[in-house]
């Protein structure tokens, strides 16, 4: 069983469907309203444990009804929660998504006690990154407990996953020196590499750019055409999704990594093995609104 820190955020989600979004100055109807955990640390975190992951998680929440619940969900996963701090007059971080019935989103964050992760509470709870296989970050929380929690993996010999989401305008060197396997979107890895990628010599391009970097590991989610991957002189490939109805993909991409991680042998020489799977759990997760009550469990994703 693979043992997986994750340092991230953590929200409460409030879902909005509406038949199509509002325009600005524009009032629409929902149809339906709903609360659920989100937030990209927590929804990987949960997809890393519903998929055979043993997870710990690092991350702070206020001491509000909000961080109760957040830390509620987590307990239901089994997620280990000694890294997460309750903050004195801190909100909880928060999201509030429009789905509109196309499956087309758009989403406000308040990042609350999520931007208030400091180094010295990832040096605190450095025992739980030292004794983990994989550590994944993503760029929900402040870079500078990133790069503190990246080293003392790094030291520790700990395999790092950065999730560079939302779109960094850029990545700091340090960060990237850091990181072994960085998993983008096609939009994130143009904003990293400062080039289009809309085909596979592009794709080839930014793979030997990001190597040059200095990382070893790459994997680019497509959407509903799949994943890419390469590892600096070993391998390179497309992965195909499963051709599914997608409803709403919110947390496609934290399925994707959660559960990549779950199934990743630490040499990684099923990595193309690991990839279908994370394509199989973020197949699932598009068929379903919501955040984490969309993300499947192993059960699920082992049926045909
Ligand atoms: N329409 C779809 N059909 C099947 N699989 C999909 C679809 N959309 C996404 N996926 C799966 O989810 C993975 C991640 O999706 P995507 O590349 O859209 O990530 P993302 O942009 O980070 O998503 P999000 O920000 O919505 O979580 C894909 O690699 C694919 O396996």
Redesign the pocket.
């Known amino acids: 069983m693979n043992k997986i820190t994750v340092l991230g955020s953590m929200n409460l989600d409030t879902t909005i469907r509406t038949e199509r979004l509002p325009k600005p100055g524009e009032t629409v109807h929902s149809k339906e309203m709903f609360t659920g955990g989100g937030g990209k640390g927590a929804n990987q975190a949960i997809a890393a444990a519903r998929n055979g992951g043993e997870v710990r998680f690092i991350g702070a929440v206020g001491k509000d009804t909000a961080g109760k619940t957040i830390l509620e969900l987590l307990e239901q996963d089994d997620i280990n929660a000694q890294g997460i701090k309750e903050l004195a007059h801190t909100r909880t971080g928060s999201a509030y998504v429009m789905v509109d019935d196309k499956g087309e989103n758009s989403i406000i964050i308040h990042g609350g006690a999520n931007l208030k992760i400091s180094e010295s509470h990832v040096s605190e709870v450095s025992q739980l990154i030292t004794t983990s296989d994989f550590l994944i970050a993503q760029f929900e929380t402040n870079l500078s407990s990133i790069e503190k929690a990246f080293e003392i993996a790094k030291q520790a010999n700990v395999t790092t996953i950065l999730n560079p989401?939302p779109a960094p305008k850029e990545i700091s060197a340090k960060l990237i020196q850091l990181t072994d396997i960085l998993v983008p979107?096609?939009?994130e890895l143009e904003m990293i590499t400062g080039r289009k990628v809309t085909n596979q010599k592009e794709l080839d391009n930014a793979a030997q750019v990001i190597h040059q970097m200095g990382v070893k590991g790459l994997i680019v989610?497509?959407?509903?055409k799949?994943?890419f991957y390469s590892f600096a002189s070993v391998a390179s490939g497309f992965v195909l999704?499963?051709?599914?109805d997608?409803k709403d993909?919110?947390?496609?991409?934290?399925?994707?990594i959660g559960a990549l991680t779950a199934k990743l042998s630490v040499d990684m020489r099923n990595i193309e093995e690991a990839i279908h799977y994370?394509?199989k759990a973020?197949?699932l997760?598009?068929q379903r609104y919501g955040a984490q009550p969309s993300i499947p469990y192993e059960s699920e994703c082992l049926k045909s």
């Open positions: 989401a979107n096609e939009t989610t497509l959407g509903s799949g994943a999704a499963f051709k599914v997608a993909t919110t947390a496609a991409g934290d399925t994707f994370g394509n973020s197949s997760t598009v």
